[in-house]
């Protein structure tokens, strides 16, 4: 039995299910699945915070609407939480700590008592201290414990014919400010307003990394920095991110990597 059928035997276990939903790769995978086999019984619940893009939040609500699931989408003010708006090494576990105490409420209040995510495999080799939190919840990611890897999740999703197959790999916004540094819904906009730009451009995966509130740091593929910095897009970028509010601006020459930041952690 190869891990597909495992999984979807695995879902039928269950008499209802509330899948934490970002319409990102994994979670609309598993959102797909646990409703192909339990129906009505699956629904999704997103958090909606200055943390992610508006066009992400559009992007679940459509694909929620257009498959006919029922989809809770809540206010999350995580940024009021202190560990959080201090930006301490250990952030993603109060943020997730704190969302996922919502979706279980959320859950709960719609007769569900089990709660699932879209960690995969390759999840569990970086950094992720939010991953803590989950476990402690008693949140189940069947992604991971079936060996699910990134790729094998794009593969089975192009086989179901889901628009997200080949979409972006995608983090939450805090994840663009060095530990240390305050987060707060203005910096949280300024990112999103220059992702966009980047975007705009005809980008694919890329990431602004602020440093200081005033410098924004541009990762994008290492093939990609060309079509950045000629001058059409670096005088286009230039102009936008200084309207955004960055005083300087500048592309990292390492090109995009998941969890930059953490570089500096030992």
């Known amino acids: 039995m190869d891990k ?9 276990r269950f008499d209802g299910i509330a899948v934490a939903f970002s319409a990102g790769v994994d979670s609309t995978f598993l959102l797909r699945v646990a409703h192909d086999i339990l129906g009505d019984k699956a629904i999704a619940v997103t958090a909606k915070s200055p943390g992610v893009p508006g066009v992400e939040i559009k992007e679940a609500e459509d694909f929620c609407k257009t498959a006919g ?29 704190y969302i996922f105490n919502r979706i279980k409420e959320l859950a709960s209040a719609a007769g569900i008592d089990t709660v699932i995510e879209g960690t995969n495999k390759d999840d569990t080799f970086d950094y992720r201290p939010g991953m803590r939190a989950i476990q402690e919840l008693g949140i189940l990611s069947p992604l991971a414990e079936f060996g699910f890897t990134k790729a094998d999740v794009r593969e089975y999703s192009e086989r179901l014919g889901l628009p997200s197959f080949n979409k972006n790999s995608f983090s939450c916004l805090a994840s663009r400010i060095p530990y240390g540094e305050s987060i707060t819904p203005e910096i949280l906009k300024k990112v999103e307003e220059a992702e966009a730009v980047l975007r705009s451009l005809g980008l694919k995966q890329y990431r602004v990394r602020v440093h200081g509130g005033t410098l924004a740091r541009i990762e994008v593929l290492p093939e990609d920095i060309e079509h950045v910095i000629r001058e059409v897009s670096r ?32």
Do not use: M, Q, W
């Open 235 to 266: 005088r286009v970028i230039n102009e936008r991110f200084r309207e955004i509010g960055f005083v300087y601006v500048t592309v990292d020459l390492g090109g995009y990597r998941t969890g930059s930041l953490n570089e500096v952690l030992k």
């Open 4 to 12: 597909y059928e495992a999984l979807k035997n695995y879902l039928k």
């Open 69 to 97: 699931i029922k989809h809770i989408v809540f206010e999350s003010e995580e940024y009021k939480i202190p560990e959080y708006s201090s930006n301490v090494s250990e952030r993603c576990y109060y943020c997730k700590k």
